[in-house]
């Protein structure tokens, strides 16, 4: 007996393709929390961007106020943060004069990997003392265990109300008799071949790593908050057989894991936080390095910063206060997404001038992502003009 079927025969595509078909089209679960990655339209607008790189990481309310006592140090990125708020008359331990002969003042920046931070925190309020020399200066210059510079160091931690400790790099060199892991490398003249060794160090060491040191601060500050951050500055060479570049990403990748799984064990614990201050350079900015291409570009590094202030700082009135808004733009020309002549106009306050500029410019060539920064630019003018318009009332008011 044959069945027949009326259903024309679609003999270009195989049979697998003609059964599905047929088949009713399912939805896949997808959990409670589903956080999609965000197209490139949606990065556009400042608060859209953020949004999608902070969510998830904003602390319940700021922390920082110009009374709070921070110290920050680790690697390079470190003294942004650092020169920032310092610059905005924030309190700052690791700029002040008084311990400018501690390590983590002197050399706060260089300290590039999780082991050097640990070992300063263990040094400071463990005493405790290594077995050779470990760390030495920007000018391969040794550091040794002065006792009145271990308590420059614990007389700083002590009053600190904020940690923020920046790591660099998973890539380490060691001691191999003792397992002790340096600063950096080893001065030429004092290496040994036999003893000393690179390697890369592993999550597990690193989440161990970070881990004692939030323990030791819960130990000995255990009011203190700690922020802990990813430097997006990448290797500036490898040791390793491979590419610098395919390194490099494998030594983020070791960090931000062991961050994660450090952070995620304190989930709901308000002592340790995490700033995305690695994703917001590597996933928002076309461009964001200058011309060595691994320092991000001075705007970038600006809305960053404001950025933080804005989100852990107490807000005060300043007659320098920077325009989230605007520092968002800066960045955006900086690194690409943006035509140069839009600084000018802001610098310029046209606000007339920005308003025709989006009306007959080509932005990017797809569509949404056009109209999505013509949309921004025309926000921008609105914003301007609102702020013109309140300066010439408050001096009006003056007058009078």
Same mark, same amino acid.
């Given at each position: 007996?044959?069945?027949?079927?009326?259903?024309?025969?679609?003999?270009?595509?195989?049979?697998?393709?003609?059964?599905?078909?047929?088949?009713?089209?399912?939805?896949?679960?997808?959990?409670?929390?589903?956080?999609?990655?965000?197209?490139?339209?949606?990065?556009?607008?400042?608060?859209?961007?953020?949004?999608?790189?902070?969510?998830?990481?904003?602390?319940?309310?700021?922390?920082?106020?110009?009374?709070?006592?921070?110290?920050?140090?680790?690697?390079?990125?470190?003294?942004?943060?650092?020169?920032?708020?310092?610059?905005?008359?924030?309190?700052?331990?690791?700029?002040?004069?008084?311990?400018?002969?501690?390590?983590?003042?002197?050399?706060?920046?260089?300290?590039?990997?999780?082991?050097?931070?640990?070992?300063?925190?263990?040094?400071?309020?463990?005493?405790?003392?290594?077995?050779?020399?470990?760390?030495?200066?920007?000018?391969?210059?040794?550091?040794?265990?002065?006792?009145?510079?271990?308590?420059?160091?614990?007389?700083?931690?002590?009053?600190?109300?904020?940690?923020?400790?920046?790591?660099?790099?998973?890539?380490?060199?060691?001691? =191999?008799?003792?397992?002790? @892991? /340096?600063?950096?490398?080893?001065?030429? &003249?004092?290496?040994? $071949?036999? +003893?000393?060794?690179?390697?890369?160090?592993?999550?597990?060491?690193?989440?161990?790593?970070?881990?004692?040191?939030?323990?030791?601060?819960?130990?000995?500050?255990?009011?203190?908050?700690?922020?802990?951050?990813?430097?997006?500055?990448?290797?500036?060479?490898?040791?390793?057989?491979?590419?610098?570049?395919?390194?490099?990403?494998?030594?983020?990748?070791?960090?931000?894991?062991?961050?994660?799984?450090?952070?995620?064990?304190?989930?709901?614990?308000?002592?340790?936080?995490?700033?995305?201050?690695? =994703?917001?350079?590597?996933? @928002? /900015?076309?461009?964001?390095?200058?011309? &060595?291409?691994?320092? $991000?570009? +001075?705007?970038?590094?600006?809305?960053?910063?404001?950025?933080?202030?804005?989100?852990?700082?107490?807000?005060?009135?300043?007659?320098?206060?920077?325009?989230?808004?605007?520092?968002?733009?800066?960045?955006?020309?900086?690194?690409?997404?943006?035509?140069?002549?839009?600084?000018?106009?802001?610098?310029?306050?046209?606000?007339?001038?920005?308003?025709?500029?989006?009306?007959?410019?080509?932005?990017?060539?797809?569509?949404?992502?056009?109209?999505?920064?013509?949309?921004?630019?025309?926000?921008?003018?609105?914003?301007?003009?609102?702020?013109?318009?309140?300066?010439?009332?408050?001096?009006?008011?003056?007058?009078?």
């Amino acid at each position: 007996m044959s069945i027949k079927n009326d259903k024309p025969v679609d003999t270009d595509r195989r049979p697998s393709q003609r059964i599905l078909m047929d088949v009713p089209r399912r939805a896949w679960f997808r959990g409670s929390t589903v956080n999609k990655r965000p197209k490139l339209s949606a990065m556009t607008m400042q608060q859209d961007a953020v949004g999608a790189v902070l969510h998830g990481w904003e602390p319940d309310q700021p922390a920082i106020t110009s009374e709070t006592q921070i110290t920050a140090f680790g690697s390079c990125f470190a003294a942004n943060i650092s020169d920032w708020l310092a610059r905005r008359n924030f309190r700052v331990l690791t700029r002040d004069e008084a311990h400018a002969n501690a390590y983590v003042v002197s050399m706060g920046e260089g300290m590039v990997n999780s082991f050097a931070i640990r070992q300063q925190f263990e040094w400071a309020w463990e005493n405790k003392v290594f077995e050779q020399p470990l760390w030495h200066g920007y000018k391969a210059e040794e550091f040794g265990y002065d006792e009145d510079i271990r308590l420059q160091t614990k007389a700083i931690f002590d009053e600190t109300d904020v940690f923020i400790l920046t790591f660099g790099l998973s890539e380490v060199w060691y001691d =191999e008799p003792t397992g002790n @892991v /340096f600063w950096r490398t080893i001065p030429k &003249d004092a290496y040994d $071949p036999t +003893r000393h060794k690179f390697r890369l160090s592993s999550v597990a060491e690193n989440s161990d790593n970070i881990r004692a040191i939030c323990e030791l601060i819960r130990k000995h500050r255990p009011s203190a908050k700690v922020i802990l951050t990813l430097s997006p500055v990448p290797l500036i060479a490898t040791f390793r057989e491979i590419s610098c570049i395919s390194a490099n990403s494998v030594s983020k990748s070791v960090l931000r894991v062991a961050l994660d799984e450090v952070v995620s064990e304190y989930s709901g614990d308000d002592m340790i936080h995490y700033w995305p201050s690695y =994703e917001l350079v590597m996933d @928002v /900015f076309r461009q964001p390095f200058m011309s &060595d291409n691994r320092h $991000p570009k +001075r705007p970038v590094l600006d809305f960053i910063m404001t950025l933080f202030e804005s989100i852990w700082c107490v807000q005060e009135q300043k007659e320098d206060d920077v325009n989230l808004s605007e520092a968002w733009i800066r960045a955006l020309v900086a690194s690409g997404e943006l035509p140069k002549r839009v600084v000018k106009l802001l610098d310029a306050r046209d606000f007339t001038a920005l308003k025709n500029f989006t009306e007959h410019r080509g932005l990017h060539e797809n569509g949404e992502v056009d109209q999505a920064r013509r949309a921004l630019l025309a926000e921008l003018a609105v914003l301007l003009e609102t702020q013109e318009r309140q300066l010439k009332s408050a001096e009006v008011e003056d007058q009078t």
